[in-house]
C-alpha cells in the first residue's frame, strides 16, 4: 500500500480525498477525529474547533442534525503538503426539508499525513427531495457511483 504522506502525488492527493470523503461517510465522529493532528485547526462556517475532542464535538452536532448524510469530494489542485477539494453533500433536517451543502476546502498536512489545518467555506441550498443527485445507501460512495463533475455538480 502506498503511504498517503507529502509530498503528494496526483495519485496519493486522489486517493488521500477519497480516504477522506469515505471517512466523513461514515458519520463516526471518533474515526474521523483521527485523521487530525492532536492540536489540528479548523474553520468550519462560524466554528473554529481546535484539537480532536472539539473535532469530535462539531462533527457529533453536525451529524445530529444533518439527517442522512451523503458527501463528495473531488480534488482541486495539490502541491507539496497541501491539497484544496471542492465538495458537495446531501443531508434533511429534522422537518424533512432538504439541503445541498457546496463548499471548498483547504487541507495543510504534518509529515506523517495527519492533516493539521483545514479552512472550509460552505454554503447550503435548499433542494426538494426529488432534486437529490446522491443516491447511494449511507456509508461509502460506491465506486460506480458519478462523482461532482459527473453530475455537473
Known amino acids: 500500500m502506498v503511504k498517503l504522506v507529502p509530498p503528494f502525488t496526483l495519485d496519493t492527493a486522489t486517493a488521500k480525498v477519497r480516504m477522506a470523503e469515505d471517512g466523513w461517510n461514515s458519520r463516526d465522529p471518533q474515526r474521523v477525529s483521527l485523521v487530525y493532528t492532536p ?3 479548523w474553520r468550519n462556517r462560524t ?3 481546535v484539537g480532536r475532542a472539539e473535532i ?9 442534525r444533518e439527517l442522512d448524510y451523503r458527501l463528495i469530494k473531488e480534488l482541486w489542485t495539490f502541491a507539496d503538503n497541501r491539497i484544496a477539494v471542492r465538495f ?19 487541507w495543510e498536512f504534518d509529515a506523517e499525513g495527519l492533516m493539521q489545518r483545514r479552512f472550509a467555506s460552505i454554503n447550503d441550498m435548499p433542494i426538494a427531495s426529488a432534486d437529490r443527485k446522491f443516491h ?3 456509508g461509502r460512495r460506491p465506486d460506480d457511483h458519478p462523482g461532482l463533475s459527473d453530475l455537473g455538480l
Request: glycine share 6%.
Open 136 to 138: 447511494w445507501p449511507l
Open 56 to 64: 469530535v464535538a462539531f462533527l457529533t452536532r453536525k451529524w445530529a
Open 47 to 49: 466554528d473554529f474547533p
Open 88 to 106: 458537495a453533500y446531501e443531508w434533511h433536517d429534522d422537518s424533512g426539508n432538504w439541503f445541498r451543502s457546496y463548499g471548498n476546502e483547504n
Open 39 to 41: 492540536d489540528s485547526r
